[in-house]
């Protein structure tokens, strides 16, 4: 398979994997569709920043972004764009050390 630009797959504990990646200077980690990784980066606290786009549109279903247990997760809105659209970008920041 082959990756474009600078992606790499990750396998095997995916959690250690992720804390060696940004312990580099490679730039920003992205996961842009998978929810599995989502729910392991949250569960491990490695998530640094989230950015929640919602559409004025509602749907029956459909993936979660968060994990199921119900442990939480402090975050801090840094930014907020709304679009001619109506499409609402959410930045937050994870909040070290929150209970």
Request: aromatic residues 6%; proline residues 5%; hydrophobic residues 45%.
């Amino acid at each position: 398979m082959s990756w474009a630009g600078n992606a790499i797959p990750l396998s095997g504990d995916v959690p250690a994997a992720v804390t060696e990646l940004k312990k580099g200077d490679g730039g920003p980690i992205l996961d842009a569709r998978s929810s599995t990784l989502a729910h392991t980066l949250f569960a491990d606290g490695l998530v640094d920043e989230l950015r929640l786009m919602v559409f004025p549109v509602a749907i029956g279903g459909g993936l979660r972004v968060f994990p199921e247990d119900r442990g939480k997760i402090a975050l801090e809105l840094t930014d907020l764009v709304r679009y001619d659209s109506g499409v609402l970008l959410q930045v937050y920041r994870s909040v070290a050390g929150a209970t």
